[in-house]
């Protein structure tokens, strides 16, 4: 047995998606059924069944913005610059890689000075530690 669903009236449904194409026109997400089907909190079966022309609309507007998209080889300039860029880009990133390398490196070594140079002043100092479990274990 199934259970009786309020539909929304056509009119919100179709307003709904007006909001969504104009969402995706100032460079939102690409509408799709099934984010309309989400947003009005149906099931994609019930959606389908009562609004068909709504889904079939929505579906043929995805298809026209898919096709208004040039194919890559279409631009063949900037297909051509995609592997100088590439390896300009592998380049500075090997070069980053290294610099935080070094960078991790020198402040494990400041980390060990400190802990160091504080155990000195500490014993200079004639400083007792008395239970804090941050120095557990300390010598």
Request: charged share 35%; glycine share 6%; net charge positive.
């Given at each position: 047995?199934?259970?009786?669903?309020?539909?929304?009236?056509?009119?919100?449904?179709?307003?709904?998606?007006?909001?969504?194409?104009?969402?995706?026109?100032?460079?939102?997400p690409r509408p799709t059924v099934l984010a309309l089907v989400r947003k009005l909190g149906l099931t994609n079966a019930t959606f389908w069944r009562h609004y068909h022309d709504i889904a079939a609309e929505l579906r043929r507007h995805g298809a026209q913005a898919l096709q208004a998209i040039p194919a890559p080889d279409q631009n063949l300039g900037e297909a051509s610059e995609l592997p100088s860029q590439n390896a300009a880009l592998r380049r500075e990133r090997d070069h980053l890689a290294s610099q935080l390398e070094a960078a991790l490196s020198h402040l494990r070594r400041l980390t060990i000075d400190n802990a160091e140079l504080?155990?000195?002043?500490?014993?200079?100092?004639?400083?007792?530690?008395?239970?804090?479990?941050d120095t557990a274990g300390r010598g």
């Open positions: 047995m199934t259970r009786k669903i309020d539909l929304p009236a056509e009119e919100h449904v179709r307003a709904v998606m007006a909001r969504m194409l104009a969402d995706a026109d100032a460079g939102g504080r155990r000195e002043l500490e014993t200079a100092r004639a400083i007792t530690r008395i239970g804090r479990p």
